[in-house]
């Protein structure tokens, strides 16, 4: 089956995603006569002119993110003989059900969010569930409407505890841009002999080390955490973790990291531990075919409870 790249734009209504499209599909090296399916998930006041493409061989269609169906979204495809998708999103919609919904043979390409910031604040306090799930799966995030001088890091702040490897772009009203340069260290050094990873930290470094297992493979790690019991794997094994808050209360989970220790049957679940343990980058269930941290203990030691129970990033 043939693949049909997707080029997802995610934001809030009037955040500049219609603006950013139109200028793209003007660019002749974006627009090289491909047949392009534009579907446009939110309709605010800019309008897309049609006029000023290179090639004429885009075509519109608006459709409502909560019901649209797979059979929908391939009868369009066919229809126009799409080569691409290029997808304004609703942003008061969740990206990944959305996602879910893609047919066969439609991959993400690249997914960037736009946002601006004269009202980026309000809908970070007010609706920061919605917020976090456009910059949790995002590319880049362009703040825009920044008066020149501004003081960003509040937005850096934001975008990369959300996202470490979003990259941030800033959008003045003097028509100048910058990149974000700032580099973000992580509070760990993990280059030493062993990595001690302080109570606060779990959450970065369960990030940081999911998304590189390989960075961290034949380091030793030393962290608190809580007792899991895996499933598929109840003899010489256990998760140990902590309870991890991205947004709000509602999307608390439990974040663990799979250990091979022989005296696991010992342990009793959810009392707190301290575990010293190697890691290696390897395939298990928890992350589904995918590489993944997979530690090996040294020694497993009981541990007083941490003065938070749940760390946030």
């Known amino acids: 089956m043939q693949q049909i790249p ?3 734009f995610t934001g809030f209504l009037d955040s500049g995603k219609t603006k950013f499209i139109q200028e793209t599909l003007e660019d002749p090296r974006f627009n090289a006569g491909e047949r392009t399916l534009l579907l446009v998930f939110e309709e605010g006041e800019e309008e897309y002119d049609f006029s000023a493409y290179p090639h004429p061989n885009v075509y519109l269609e608006v459709l409502d993110q ?6 929908e979204l391939q009868a369009l495809a066919k ?3 799409a080569q691409r998708v290029v997808a304004e999103l609703n942003g008061m919609q969740q990206v990944g059900d959305l996602y879910t919904r893609f047919p066969e043979g439609w991959a993400v390409a690249q997914e960037v969010m736009f946002a601006d910031s004269t009202t980026f604040m309000a809908y970070n306090a007010n609706m920061r569930s919605l917020m976090m799930d456009k910059l949790l799966g995002a ?11 501004a003081d960003t890091m509040p937005f850096h702040k934001i975008a990369r505890a959300a996202n470490r490897r979003i990259d941030i ?8 841009t910058a990149f974000d340069d700032v580099v973000d260290p992580l509070p760990f050094d993990i280059n030493a002999p062993v990595i001690e990873i302080n109570d606060e930290d779990y959450a ?3 990030r940081d080390v999911t998304e590189e297992p390989q960075k961290y493979a034949g380091k030793t790690v030393r962290f608190k955490g809580q007792v899991a019991m895996l499933r598929r794997e109840k003899n010489g094994m256990f998760a140990p973790g902590r309870f991890v808050m991205t947004c709000c ?3 608390i989970q439990f974040l663990g990291v799979p250990c091979v220790y022989s005296n696991s049957k010992s342990l009793e679940p959810r009392s707190w531990v301290m575990v010293e343990a190697t890691i290696a980058a390897q395939k298990h269930p928890l992350y589904q075919g995918e590489l993944g941290p997979v530690l090996t203990a040294i020694r497993v030691e009981p541990a007083t409870p941490a003065e938070q129970d749940v760390v946030t990033f």
């Open 249 to 251: 209360a509602d999307d």
């Open 66 to 71: 909560q019901t649209v169906s797979p059979k």
């Open 6 to 8: 997707v080029y997802v």
């Open 139 to 149: 590319q880049m995030v362009v703040f825009n409407r920044l008066e020149p001088g």
């Open 204 to 206: 970065l470094w369960y």
């Open 79 to 81: 229809k126009y003989k």
């Open 169 to 176: 772009l800033y959008d003045y009203t003097d028509d100048t």
